[in-house]
């Protein structure tokens, strides 16, 4: 059985082992001193090299939100192959993957990541795309993936393993957005009981579609596909249930599949 992304540039076909997706072995590793800037429309390639940031200058990958991220891609950037690691000592990997625009990132892996792995900034219109095809992230302390901008992310062939939230649109942001989350083909491994794949406000009209969703570890059948929520734009955004209603949370149950 395999865990298997192709890209232009790239075949990477990492065997499943007892069920679990081995993280790709590093070419090389590069501390990173400062944010590496992708300029927009442009392309970088890792190409597997490991880029650990330097915890003493971006951050130790804890609940700091003055963190530095790792990588960051202005609109229409492209970022593939890369993995993101962590010093030892720390908690994780910085801020990980900021995107200020549209950006596509392929094929990149987080070791340790901390607080979140990939945060979504872009604010052009309604119409802004981010897409997320292949690679994973394990050892999340909160979400791997943070929505904050507009538009539409789709997450496709992802893997996720330990971590307490997969994604949510912002709960609480000063300015807040409709926003939309397509996810597709995600095997997620020990999220954590009672907490949720995705999670959207339905005040300001969000939605997450989730098809082929995989979940497994002790807790995976109490792990929800999709949380509603009443977003505000300060305190604390308040649950609203967990149903597939079709309309905001769009998935069915009979879709997901639960692994040993």
């Known amino acids: 059985m395999l865990c298997s992304i192709a890209f232009s540039t790239v075949f990477l076909a990492i065997l499943l082992h007892a069920g679990h997706c081995q993280f ?7 501390i990173v001193n400062a944010t590496i800037v992708v300029n927009a429309s442009q392309t970088f390639d890792c190409e597997l090299v490991r880029y650990t940031p330097n915890p003493d200058i971006l951050g130790n990958g ?50 340790n990541v901390g607080e979140d792995a990939i945060t979504l900034y872009g604010l052009a219109s309604d119409s802004v795309t981010y897409t997320i095809r292949g690679g994973g992230a394990r050892n999340a302390e909160d979400k791997i ?55 959207i406000n ?40 967990t149903d597939a209603d079709g309309t905001y949370c769009i998935y069915d149950p009979a879709d997901i599949t639960y692994l040993s």
């Not at 790709?24 to 590069?30: G, K």
């Not at 994780?92 to 625009?101: F, L, V």
């Not at 939230?165 to 083909?185: K, S």
């Not at 807790?219 to 609203?240: D, H, I, L, M």
């Open 62 to 111: 804890g609940a700091g939100e003055s963190q530095d991220a790792v990588f960051e891609l202005e609109d229409g950037a492209i970022l593939r192959n890369c993995i993101i690691g962590a010093e030892d000592g720390t908690e994780g990997s910085a801020d990980g993957i900021h995107c200020t625009g549209g950006c596509t990132i392929e094929n990149c892996w987080f070791e």
């Open 202 to 241: 339905f005040n300001y009209n969000d939605s997450a579609t989730i098809t082929d969703l995989k979940l497994g570890g002790a807790s995976a059948q109490e792990v929800n596909a999709c949380k509603r929520f009443v977003g505000v734009t300060s305190g604390e955004s308040t649950s609203n249930g």
């Open 24 to 30: 790709p072995t590093a070419t090389d590793t590069i």
């Open 145 to 199: 993936i943070q929505f904050n901008g507009r538009g539409t992310a789709t997450i496709t062939d992802y893997y996720a393993d330990t971590f307490v939230r997969f994604a949510r649109t912002c709960g609480n942001c000063d300015n807040q957005y409709e926003r939309h989350m397509v996810i597709d083909n995600l095997t997620a491994y020990n999220g954590e009981a009672g907490q949720y794949i995705a999670g």
